[in-house]
């Protein structure tokens, strides 16, 4: 036994060591890579797990994996199901019974319209697709991946950090060196719990049973019936109630999200594989064939860490925040959190930055984070608004479950609180029978809850300007010369960051009053491409020498550390280009607005997207995010080396 816990040392290596292969993780190495950077990927699961979490990917998470490879994005949208079968949400009785209400998310929008938002789709995928597709990629590219290798404790020491982790089938531990370790190991960190970083916000808003089950024959049961399939089946009869998750229907995926009351409820007295495929017939609204694949209980919360950074060690994804799963933010805001810091890693490890970096990094993940846990707290009132409307008020079986901790209540047994507390529920349930049958009392539940749904007032998927429209705020990484250029030119006057500067390099110290939340987008909803600083740089479609290409795609994005500055092509800016070309830590693109010019040089992009028509220079953060904008030279020439 002493020689199976015996430790050994770990030679010190440059890789990053990442603690977790979730799909966060994974695109966080990919992205390492495509800058130079190696990094060691451990998990302490022995395999990739097949229980179904996340299942939306946004426009600007697709962005990203398109980032890493088109292929890969290409890949990745390919496997989604047809959007015919997840464009709804369905509020139902069961899913072959009565429904209340049908809400397709895509109405009144065109292909030509989403596509003027960005170059890649929404796509609908389970997360353990997405993560063998990031595996796959990984493991062409030749990133260490491990699954097995627990993540125990580290210490700094003369800026190296010493980590011990457990070989999960020896038991045999080993002390490793890493100049950073990134926690992107889920709810229940072991990075953050061993660095002592607090979560804010709600303790606690619910607890659910996800019940992960197939049904192959379930998608023509509903064709035959001419019902519509959906991505979420809001239930409500007098049996059960909760959310079917279709992770696809064509392959008969799904995962359903039911109520959960500790300690009244327990799995193994409420939720056994026979129990839970009664509740999954009632939900499906037939006792068709399933095979119930793994129960889990899990804690829906809206919580941030009050940091992201310590001491050499960073968080990314759920180590960092959690939502309820309203919205598709989770798993988003994680892969965005990764990209936001890939780009800052290979920096200071290639020398280009200072590790004050982390520290903006920090500030702006958290304010987007927040955001995001708004927006899903929002979302989850609109459900629980929807509940209301049918005579099912969600509060009143918390204040329930509240009141056994008072007598008479509390003076009861373990095992009559638990018996009469599902007895109360059962009968809380019971104006749901109206519902499917079609009396007249359900017929006004129905409506009310209708109304709210179609007024637009339900759960809802699409938040494209949540997910496109937010500005960081004035924090941005520049050279010191960039500052009195920006103060120079009165077009860039709301532009001014509130920070002291390092002129040798594209670096900067935070100040003490960051602003605590991001400028976040007038609508969650609708998407207005805005070029300005703090903003992403919208999508805007670019001729080049070999054909249309998206302006994100020409950005510096692999090697070293890179801000893109896009000029105007005039002949000062040619001269500024000939200059500014030879600096490493700049990508120059010349470009024009109209394609009567009479220029003929094949290198200057022509861009006839009226939003950067105003503008003679635009420079751009590694992360795609404009740093500044100048209707002059100034900025231009601010970025020159004092001996030029």
Same mark, same amino acid.
Not at 168 to 191: E, K
Not at 276 to 289: R, V
């Given at each position: ?20 292969? %979730?799909? /966060? ?6 992205? =390492?890579?495509?800058?130079? @950077? ?20 946004? #426009? ?11 292929? =890969? ?21 069961? +899913? ?20 003027? +938002? ?46 011990? @982790? ?32 607090? #979560? ?26 001419? =019902? ?23 392959? %008969? ?58 001491? %050499? ?63 899903? +707290?929002?979302?989850?009132?609109? @459900?629980?608004?929807? +509940? ?27 095992? &009559? ?34 109304? =709210? ?5 339900? &759960? ?9 429209? !937010? ?30 500067? @390092? ?18 987008? /007038? ?67 010349? !470009? ?27 420079? /751009? ?24």
């Amino acid at each position: 036994q002493q020689q199976q816990q015996q430790q050994t040392q770990h030679k010190q290596n440059d890789k990053v060591l990442i603690v977790g292969a %979730g799909p /966060v993780g994974l695109t966080l190495a990919l992205l =390492l890579h495509k800058r130079g @950077v190696q990094s060691v990927v451990i998990d302490r699961l022995s395999g990739e797990s097949d229980h179904p979490k996340a299942h939306f990917i946004n #426009m600007r998470t697709m962005e990203i994996l398109r980032e890493v490879s088109p292929s =890969l994005s290409a890949h990745v949208a390919s496997l989604s199901p047809p959007q015919e079968q997840w464009r709804h949400f369905i509020y139902c009785s069961s +899913m072959l019974g009565p429904r209340i209400a049908t809400y397709d998310h895509f109405a009144g929008q065109t292909m030509e319209q989403r596509t003027r +938002m960005s170059p890649e789709p929404v796509v609908h995928l389970a997360q353990p697709k997405l993560v063998t597709a990031l595996l796959a990629e990984a493991h062409r590219r030749g990133i260490d991946v491990r699954f097995g290798v627990q993540y125990e404790t580290s210490h700094q020491s003369e800026g190296v950090q010493h980590v011990r @982790v457990c070989d999960t089938a020896t038991n045999q531990r080993h002390v490793w060196q890493h100049p950073f370790v990134v926690g992107a190991d889920g709810a229940n960190s072991a990075v953050r719990q061993h660095l002592g970083i607090d #979560m804010e916000g709600k303790e606690k808003t619910h607890e659910f049973i996800g019940v992960h089950f197939h049904c192959p024959s379930l998608l023509k049961h509903v064709q035959q019936r001419a =019902l519509t399939p959906g991505m979420l089946f809001f239930i409500f009869n007098e049996h059960t109630m909760g959310v079917v998750v279709a992770h696809d229907m064509g392959e %008969g995926n799904y995962v359903y999200q039911i109520p959960y009351f500790p300690p009244f409820q327990t799995l193994e007295a409420d939720f056994s594989p026979a129990q839970c495929q009664a509740l999954i017939h009632h939900a499906i609204g037939a006792p068709l064939d399933i095979t119930v694949r793994s129960v889990r209980a899990w804690r829906m919360t809206a919580k941030v860490a009050s940091s992201y950074y310590r001491g %050499g060690k960073l968080l990314v994804g759920d180590a960092g925040h959690y939502f309820p799963p309203a919205g598709a933010f989770g798993m988003n805001t994680g892969i965005q959190d990764a990209h936001a810091l890939s780009w800052r890693l290979a920096g200071v490890l290639q020398g280009r930055l200072i590790d004050e970096t982390f520290e903006e990094y920090s500030n702006e993940r958290r304010a987007v984070a927040q955001s995001n846990a708004r927006r899903a +707290m929002k979302n989850l009132n609109c @459900v629980m608004n929807v +509940m209301r409307a049918l005579g099912t008020d969600p509060d009143k079986a918390e204040m329930l479950a509240n009141s056994y901790a008072y007598p008479p209540l509390a003076l009861l047994p373990a095992s &009559l609180q638990a018996a009469s507390f599902n007895k109360a529920l059962a009968i809380g349930r019971l104006p749901l029978a109206s519902i499917s049958a079609n009396s007249k009392v359900g017929d006004i539940l129905a409506e009310r809850a209708r109304t =709210l749904i179609q007024q637009g007032q339900g &759960l809802g998927l699409l938040f494209d300007g949540q997910d496109l429209g !937010f500005a960081y705020p004035h924090s941005f990484m520049l050279p010191g010369n960039v500052l009195p250029a920006l103060a120079s030119d009165q077009s860039c006057a709301n532009q001014l960051p509130s920070h002291r500067y @390092v002129d040798s390099h594209f670096t900067t110290w935070p100040s003490n009053n960051f602003a605590a939340r991001i400028a976040e987008s /007038v609508s969650p909803l609708k998407y207005t491409p805005t070029l300005a600083s703090g903003h992403r740089l919208p999508h805007m479609m670019a001729q080049t020498a070999s054909g249309p290409r998206p302006i994100h795609d020409l950005l510096a994005t692999s090697g070293p550390v890179c801000c893109t500055l896009l000029l105007s092509d005039t002949p000062t800016h040619r001269e500024l280009f000939a200059k500014l070309s030879k600096e490493p830590t700049l990508l120059c693109l010349l !470009f024009r607005t109209n394609t009567t010019s009479n220029s003929e040089d094949p290198s200057v992009l022509t861009i006839t997207d009226p939003l950067i028509a105003p503008w003679a220079c635009v420079l /751009v953060r590694p992360d795609g995010h404009v740093a500044a904008c100048s209707k002059n030279s100034a900025v231009a020439k601010a970025l020159l080396p004092k001996e030029l």
